[in-house]
C-alpha cells in the first residue's frame, strides 16, 4: 500500500494536467450509481438509462457482503490512526484539496 500511495503522489506531482477525480469510499458506497455518474460527467463519457439500469441490477444481485466478511483493525498490522495519518499526510492532503474544487 506504501508503494501504491507514494506513486500516486508521484503521479499526481508531475502530471499536473491529467484530470483526476477523486472519490471517498464512503460515498462510493452510499451513493454508488450518483457517484458513477459524476464521474462520467467529469470525464465527459457518455451515460445512459440502459447504463444506470444495468448497475442497479447489477447493485441489487451483488450486495455488499454477498461473499463473506472480512474484519481488520490497525492493532492486528502494528498501526494506529495517528500513525497512518503521518505515514499519508501528503496524500491526504492532495486529496482533500481535490475534493474542494
Known amino acids: 500500500m506504501d508503494m501504491m ?3 500516486l ?4 506531482r ?10 471517498l469510499y464512503d460515498d ?3 451513493q454508488p450509481i450518483d457517484i ?3 464521474i462520467y460527467e467529469h470525464f465527459g463519457l457518455v451515460w445512459s438509462e440502459d447504463f ?6 447489477w447493485l441489487r444481485e451483488n450486495p455488499q457482503g ?3 466478511r472480512n474484519t481488520y483493525t490497525l492493532e492486528e498490522f502494528g498501526l494506529t490512526h495517528e500513525l497512518i495519518d503521518q505515514r499519508y499526510e501528503e496524500y491526504n492532503t492532495m486529496f482533500l484539496k481535490s475534493l474542494e474544487t
Do not use: S, Y
Open 28 to 30: 462510493l458506497i452510499a
Open 36 to 38: 458513477v455518474r459524476r
Open 14 to 23: 508531475t502530471n499536473l494536467d491529467i484530470p483526476v477525480f477523486d472519490v
Open 9 to 12: 503522489i508521484k503521479f499526481r
Open 66 to 68: 454477498k461473499q463473506g
Open 52 to 57: 444506470r439500469q444495468a448497475m442497479v441490477t
Open 5 to 7: 500511495i507514494h506513486r
